[in-house]
């Protein structure tokens, strides 16, 4: 919302030298969001010329120009510039004559852009200075001519001051309008919360218009056959007339300048009106070509299939849901949100039908959002407009067009009004106190909620408070305590952090998640966060490890149609993100994300359950269907490296990452949880063949799969427009955490020399590496402290279909120095149980 400080200063006093930001800081003490600040950007000498002469002159290129005698100063009198009152300046427009007033720019000027003003030759003469367009002067987009005083209905002596009188010497505050403050979204509101932030005198325009009753009854007929949220479309609908309109006076100066700084495009006088109330009252108005309606109005809600061509010349497809405006032809606007083509305001309109109606917010928002049609008016609906101001503001339209437009007042009109009673709120005696942390006196408490125009009522116990019509979210007790603390001032709340009661702090859950992350990132790895929306290919190409289709949840209204499912995998969005980093340049990336992924079970059906009201705390068998209706939802970790994991450096070559370095992402993990991650061959159908390991812990039911670790195959990784080798693991956090011990359980350094020893085992190729070197692990018992495997040979001296796989082992003795033949023996052991599982030899 951006309030132009010359009209905010009509209803609240403003201090001599207040500046916008002084009016910033105001508004945020009370609880309000600062934005922008906005001006127009030019400085002066800008001043009312008078054309003396105009003399054609044709160019080779077939443009013709006019060199022009203007006057900027009277009589003999030095010009603004200080230069000669008459200045010869050359001129492209031809939609002026001599005598006409116009706003020229002199030498030392500067114009939005900037664009500075100084004395050049052209076309063979020197131009000192500029006759300047609306466009030129940040007023409006026109730029077809020049600007006419005339054409704005202004007449001033030459040399006036041109930035003041076309009122550009203003300047405007930008808020944010958060949903809960629609009253904020207009003039009215934001000068009746700048006097509770500084105590100044408020003046409501609303109370300066008395609205007529219409002798002559329009009809207008409320037809809502399908109510949202139990209420119907138009609680408020006013109509007025005003017949003999002017269509060719142009909007004033001083108003086109108020819209401008507004953020709104002048359009034409009737229309400018219309938004130029809204703006001060926060009501939309809409104004229709009278003459063009086919009887009287009705407001129903679309029909299926029905269409509508809006103002924006787009013909819509309605929903029943839709609110419409009709009169006998069908459609003419969408209630709330646009108006139609067939009785818009144009260039020919002499009588004027006004409509000032109070619209459901949650109807029109839904309207704005489905034809993706935000308007100023739809923006205001939604958040909730005064159900009181309708006629108010209806009149006050009237009232501009009989002064600016030389209209006349009809006594043509309606008023229908089914406002509900607001219900009063009980506020207990003490209880803001006891809310905020801070006293307050009932006199604080009484002056507070009267200034912000509730009624009070002593009641026994407290306070009976019904709350103006404007605030709509005063709703309870606690809204109250609210607005006493903004009003009373935040700065009164003491800052206190409060100390944690023994024995909170984060769960188990939560440690084990900042452990994986501070490990992976110390590991040199980069956390990114990434959407949760992806394709449908990317969930049956990750989602499982076999099976070309997997279950998936599809969101009801995606903010990318091409990505409309929850993930099944963290891994697509990670490779989207490596994508995207290495189209800027970043080649060598090690990156992870930790995160829900949604896995619905095959045949469910999810959503089922009726959410209760949000006031409303469902029972304990409803809570069990509403969560009976949300898919898994396990916690994973993924991470994907590409490019070099090493770079190159002098004396040593780069390192590609690959495999190894996504297994030794795995073991971080599993450092970080304390849960061993077992290691084995496996396969997935977007992994390499041969370069896919599938991981497990061990659980009371066995070993669990866990997730998969290895390489993309290569056509995949080119799928993403990456390298052909790109190393990525995925690992099922939940079921990791399930196994993970309170407390990490430190292994104790054994201080006995260790005894090492290689064994070298011949088995057939198909079976794992890993999978004997658990075997050996398990035959050696406890004196073996560390294996690892160091050789897989297959070749000469090598039977066909077999192969060598050679082990690293080292054993040591808690409590002496083993002997030779003691760790023999171990290692033996182990040998045999290799042998028993696999039929593993000792090479010879």
Not at 222 to 231: E, K, T, V
Not at 372 to 390: C, I, M, N, Q, T
Not at 453 to 477: C, F, H, I, Y
């Given at each position: ?5 010359s ?27 600062e ?63 001599v ?98 932030a ?24 409320i ?36 819209l ?134 209806a009149?006050r339209?009237?009232?501009?067009l ?16 089914a ?123 990750f ?44 080649t ?20 089922s ?67 061993a ?50 190393a ?8 990791v ?89 171990a290692?033996?052991?182990?040998v ?13």
């Amino acid at each position: 919302m951006r309030v132009p400080l010359s009209w905010l200063g009509e209803f609240v006093d403003l201090e001599p030298g207040t500046t916008p930001e002084d009016v910033h800081a105001a508004l945020v003490s009370v609880g309000l969001e600062e934005e922008e600040i906005h001006r127009f950007d030019l400085t002066g000498p800008i001043v009312v010329g008078e054309v003396l002469s105009i003399e054609p002159e044709a160019q080779t290129n077939g443009k013709t120009i006019n060199w022009c005698q203007v006057r900027v100063a009277p009589g003999d009198e030095v010009a603004a510039d200080g230069g000669p009152a008459v200045h010869g300046i050359v001129c492209g427009a031809h939609n002026f004559a001599v005598g006409d007033k116009v706003v020229v720019t002199l030498p030392g000027a500067v114009l939005p852009g900037p664009f500075p003003i100084a004395p050049r030759k052209t076309y063979g003469h020197v131009s000192d200075g500029m006759i300047a367009s609306a466009r030129e002067l940040g007023l409006g987009d026109e730029h077809d001519g020049i600007l006419r005083l005339a054409a704005l209905g202004l007449d001033a002596p030459v040399g006036t001051d041109a930035i003041a009188l076309l009122g550009l010497d203003d300047s405007a505050v930008e808020i944010n309008v958060t949903p809960d403050r629609g009253y904020a979204f207009s003039i009215r509101g934001v000068a009746r919360e700048y006097a509770h932030a500084t105590g100044a005198t408020f003046r409501d325009p609303a109370l300066a218009v008395t609205p007529a009753p219409s002798s002559v009854e329009f009809v207008v007929t409320i037809d809502d056959q399908a109510p949202i949220r139990s209420r119907i479309g138009a609680s408020v609908f006013v109509t007025r007339a005003v017949r003999g309109v002017d269509p060719t006076r142009p909007s004033p100066a001083w108003l086109i300048a108020r819209l401008k700084l507004a953020g709104i495009r002048s359009i034409s006088l009737i229309v400018d009106v219309t938004n130029y109330v809204m703006i001060e009252l926060g009501q939309p108005i809409h104004a229709y070509d009278l003459d063009a309606l086919a009887g009287g109005l009705t407001v129903r809600r679309a029909a299926t299939g029905e269409k509508l061509t809006t103002l924006d010349d787009v013909t819509r497809t309605l929903s029943p849901e839709d609110l419409l405006i009709t009169d006998g032809s069908g459609p003419i606007g969408l209630a709330g949100v646009m108006g139609g083509q067939t009785t818009e305001i144009g260039a020919a309109t002499t009588n004027v039908l006004v409509e000032a109606a109070n619209f459901d917010p949650v109807s029109i928002a839904r309207t704005a959002r489905r034809h993706k049609l935000p308007s100023e008016a739809s923006r205001r609906f939604e958040r909730g407009v005064d159900p009181a101001v309708a006629a108010v503001a209806a009149a006050r339209v009237v009232q501009l067009l009989v002064e600016l437009a030389g209209g006349v007042a009809d006594d043509l009109g309606s008023l229908h009004d089914a406002t509900p009673a607001t219900e009063p709120i009980f506020l207990p005696t003490g209880f803001i106190s006891g809310l905020i942390g801070l006293e307050y006196t009932g006199e604080e408490v009484r002056t507070s909620l009267a200034e912000i125009g509730a009624s009070l009522q002593e009641t026994e116990g407290g306070l009976s408070v019904t709350a103006p019509s404007w605030r709509p979210d005063l709703t309870d007790k606690w809204t109250l305590a609210e607005e006493v603390a903004r009003i009373v001032g935040y700065d009164r709340i003491p800052s206190v952090l409060p100390v944690a009661p023994p024995g909170r702090g984060l769960t188990r859950s939560q440690v084990l998640r900042r452990q994986v992350a501070q490990t992976l990132a110390a590991a040199g790895h980069t956390e990114v966060l990434a959407y949760p929306f992806v394709a449908e290919k990317a969930n049956n190409l990750f989602g499982a490890p076999a099976g070309p289709v997997v279950p998936q949840m599809r969101v009801a209204n995606p903010l990318d149609g091409e990505a409309p499912f929850l993930r099944t995998s963290i891994l697509p969005g990670l490779l989207q993100i490596a994508h995207r980093n290495r189209s800027r340049g970043l080649t060598d990336l090690a990156i992870f994300e930790q995160g829900q992924v949604f896995r619905p079970l095959a045949g469910a059906v999810y959503g089922s359950a009726v959410v209760p009201p949000g006031a409303v705390r469902p029972s304990a068998h409803l809570e069990a269907e509403l969560n009976a209706g949300i898919p898994p939802q396990p916690f994973s970790v993924g991470v994907v490296l590409t490019g070099n994991a090493v770079r190159q450096q002098p004396g040593r070559p780069a390192v590609a990452a690959g495999w190894q370095d996504a297994l030794a992402a795995v073991q971080q993990v599993a450092l970080a949880t304390g849960v061993a991650i077992q290691v084995r061959q496996g396969s997935h159908q977007a992994m390499h063949p041969g370069r896919t390991a599938e991981l497990f812990v061990t659980t009371d039911a066995g070993a669990a799969s866990v997730g998969f670790a290895g390489e993309l195959l290569p056509a995949i990784a080119r799928g993403f427009d990456l390298p052909a080798v790109v190393a990525v693991a995925e690992i099922d956090l939940s079921v990791v955490f399930a196994r993970a011990g309170a407390e990490l359980q430190a292994t104790p350094i054994r201080t006995m020399p260790a005894a090492t020893q290689d064994l070298s085992l011949v088995v057939d190729v198909v079976v794992p590496a890993g999978e004997v070197l658990e075997a050996v692990i398990a035959g050696s018992g406890s004196l073996l402290d560390h294996a690892e495997l160091v050789d897989d040979y297959r070749g000469a001296g090598i039977p066909s279909g077999r192969k060598s796989l050679t082990f690293a082992l080292r054993f040591r003795a808690a409590d002496r120095t083993l002997t030779a033949a003691e760790a023999s023996d171990a290692k033996l052991a182990g040998v045999a149980v290799a042998a028993a599982r696999f039929g593993a030899t000792l090479r010879e």
